[in-house]
């Protein structure tokens, strides 16, 4: 499973962002889809996931701010993100995983850089 990302930026605090994550390969070995980020001298953390079956799952920090969805057809996942805070900034990568772990996707893309300042 291949995983390219785009979509990060330079915005201001209050503003939206979008992130696009495509999947390609042997597709049908996944369960869920993700958006993990890392800030600068911190651990890598989840963001949000989204399964096959389409359940969601956020970080308490993003929810009601930050929106997973997916595009079957497309084999894409997006992280809508809106009401950004500077907190929010930090390297975002997609990943992907066979089982029900979030905590350890198989599979990971490059990352994208969200920065988030005035």
């Given at each position: 499973?291949?995983?390219?990302?785009?979509?990060?930026?330079?915005?201001?605090?209050?503003?939206?962002?979008?992130l696009?994550?495509a999947?390609?390969?042997?597709?049908?070995?996944?369960?869920?889809?993700?958006?993990y980020?890392?800030?600068?001298?911190k651990?890598?953390e989840?963001?949000?996931?989204?399964?096959?079956a389409?359940?969601?799952?956020?970080?308490?920090?993003?929810?009601?701010?930050?929106?997973?969805?997916?595009?079957v057809a497309?084999?894409?996942v997006?992280?809508?993100?809106?009401?950004?805070?500077p907190?929010?900034?930090?390297?975002?990568?997609?990943?992907a995983?066979?089982?029900?772990?979030?905590?350890?996707?198989?599979?990971?893309?490059?990352?994208?850089?969200?920065?988030?300042?005035?």
């Open positions: 499973v291949q995983l390219q990302a785009s979509g990060g930026g330079l915005v201001q605090p209050g503003w939206s962002l979008r696009s994550c999947a390609s390969g042997t597709i049908f070995s996944i369960n869920y889809m993700g958006w980020r890392q800030a600068p001298g651990q890598r989840l963001v949000a996931t989204i399964t096959r389409g359940s969601t799952n956020y970080a308490d920090s993003v929810k009601g701010r930050f929106t997973i969805i997916r595009d497309k084999n894409t997006y992280l809508q993100m809106s009401s950004l805070k907190e929010d900034t930090a390297v975002y990568y997609c990943a995983g066979r089982g029900s772990d979030y905590s350890t996707p198989n599979y990971w893309g490059q990352g994208t850089l969200v920065t988030v300042s005035s």
